[in-house]
């Protein structure tokens, strides 16, 4: 390669890290320990997973807003999600929505269409009034700025449901679901967390912090934050509690995450 073609790619790999480094990003952190709705069980550490999590984000410079327990409302998260759609209309910005707390699976219904619905069953998250249907959320993520990169993570029973009609979006994004959709998460006291899927984002935010404390400024890409949730999820994730619920009779199996991606690898994320 010619010596003045190499410099030319080394000034536009600089000037691509500092648009990265410039670039806006937001955060909704929400989590969900008690409900106001009648037969739901509280949970443990879903609203510090919320807390921890949105800490270490702010950190890494994001405008944060945190929704915890009588904040995390049908009205309060879509206003909120609607919110920081709309202020990262740039190019290069990035939107990260961190939720934990109950899922919910609906119950069958040939009603549903089979191109929104494959299984013929809505997924939901739990908020503390209501339930907050996987196709509402993608209605409203649907809004986001098609220049912003979106991360979703979803800690909760049945997540993964939620990503298919969420990857509608048309712009990059990267969803993980802390479970397949017929499957439930489980509560991850053993690592302080409300769930694995949350404390596995806080160790790989705890690195990115700690690498740029010792001086290494990179930006970490969609695929690196991808890989780092993933790393450990065999070694840890081995206990058989999950409960699959596919054909009606409750099994006992692994849990597994459900991941989704049209972002590509190395896009700017954090």
């Not at 220049?147 to 993964?160: E, K, N, P, Q, Y």
Request: net charge negative; aromatic share 8%; glycine share 10%.
């Amino acid at each position: 390669m010619p010596e003045n073609e190499q410099k030319m790619n080394w000034l536009l790999a600089d000037l691509d890290l500092h648009l990265a480094r410039q670039a806006p990003r937001f955060a909704l952190c929400v989590g969900l320990d008690q409900y106001g709705i009648k037969g739901v069980p509280e949970l443990t550490g879903c609203a510090d997973d919320a807390r921890q999590v949105g800490a270490r984000l702010k950190k890494l410079g994001f405008h944060l807003k945190v929704l915890t327990d009588q904040q995390a409302t049908l009205e309060s998260v879509a206003t909120a999600l609607g919110q920081i759609g709309r202020l990262a209309d740039s190019v290069g910005s990035t939107i990260v929505y961190f939720h934990s707390g109950h899922g919910f699976r609906g119950e069958f219904d040939r009603r549903l269409l089979v191109d929104a619905e494959w299984d013929h069953r809505q997924e939901s998250l739990v908020l503390f009034n209501g339930l907050f249907a996987d196709d509402a959320l993608a209605s409203v993520v649907s809004k986001w700025p098609r220049r912003a990169t979106a991360a979703i993570l979803v800690d909760a029973c049945h997540g993964g449901g939620l990503g298919p009609d969420l990857m509608r979006r048309d712009g990059p994004t990267l969803f993980v679901g802390s479970s397949e959709e017929d499957a439930t998460s489980m509560v991850a006291s053993n690592l302080r967390a409300g769930g694995y899927l949350s404390s596995f984002f806080r160790t790989a935010l705890d690195e990115i912090i700690a690498a740029r404390g010792a001086g290494h400024d990179a930006i970490v890409g969609v695929g690196d934050l991808e890989d780092a949730l993933l790393a450990n999820w065999p070694a840890i994730c081995c206990h058989h509690e999950s409960m699959y619920l596919s054909d009606g009779r409750p099994t006992r199996g692994r849990q597994w995450p459900t991941v989704y991606r049209t972002a590509r690898r190395e896009l700017p994320l954090i």
